[in-house]
T-cell receptor, first 112, second 120 residues
């Protein structure tokens, strides 16, 4: 199974600071997606970056992808208390099933 | 667009009873739906993948007779936890993918809000 592993497991920062979390995976991918989960809720899709892309932006989010290192990073700039959540990456092999095998995620706490 | 709902949000039941959870894609055709379970402070564990009109594919270690999945239409999948026991208590989350939910909806999974099951 293709599982993304997030690092660090937990991150605590002050409001206004930037938060960076990383994802590593093991095999070739079609794309990689990042999701956010607020406590006790479902996952929210944040961004999708394709294997031929190196960087992508969406609002305060910046995602990079390095296929040679099989890694991705998610940067949240000017963090807010509302960004407090768990963040998961989902490497997508692009096969028919499109299954996602999630890692343990990064638990981000933004302190007001 | 790409909204997925789950019903119920919460369910408490007695041991031995069966519980049905519904997952609906509200504004797109969900050709594929996924069911996950999540224990407190842990990651989501994929239980099964279902394609509309065909039998679900279960992940290793997931009992198909225990967790019955039906994906009878392009907007509805159900998960039935049969003869539930306290160890089945968990947070169950569905997701859906398919055409019509956006530029990358075939690749992206859109998640429901989850159903919290407590078996007494």
């Amino acid at each position: 199974s293709q599982q993304g592993e997030e690092d660090p497991q937990a991150l605590s920062i002050q409001e206004g600071e930037n938060a960076t979390m990383n994802c590593s995976y093991k095999t070739s991918i079609n794309n990689l997606q990042w999701y956010r989960q607020n406590s006790g809720r479902g996952l929210v899709h944040l961004i999708l970056i394709r294997s031929n892309e190196r960087e992508k932006h969406s609002g305060r989010l910046r995602v990079t992808l390095d296929t040679s290192k099989k890694s991705s990073s998610l940067l949240i700039t000017a963090s807010r208390a509302a960004d407090t959540a768990s963040y998961f990456c989902a490497p997508d092999l692009g096969n028919t099933g499109n299954q996602f095998y999630f890692g343990t995620g990064t638990s981000l706490t933004v302190i007001p | 667009g790409a909204v997925v709902s789950q019903h119920p949000s919460w369910v408490i039941c007695k041991s031995g009873t069966s519980v049905k959870i519904e997952c609906r894609s509200l504004d797109f055709q969900a050709t594929t739906m996924f069911w996950y379970r999540q224990f407190p402070k842990q990651s989501l564990m994929l239980m099964a993948t279902s394609n509309e009109g065909s039998k679900a594919t279960y992940e290793q270690g997931v009992e198909k007779d225990k967790f019955l999945i039906n994906h009878a239409s392009l907007t509805l999948s159900t998960l039935t936890v049969t003869s539930a026991h306290p160890e089945d208590s968990s947070f169950y989350i569905c997701s859906a993918s398919g055409p019509g939910g956006g530029a990358s909806s075939k690749e992206t999974q859109y998640f429901g809000p989850g159903t919290r099951l407590l078996v007494l």
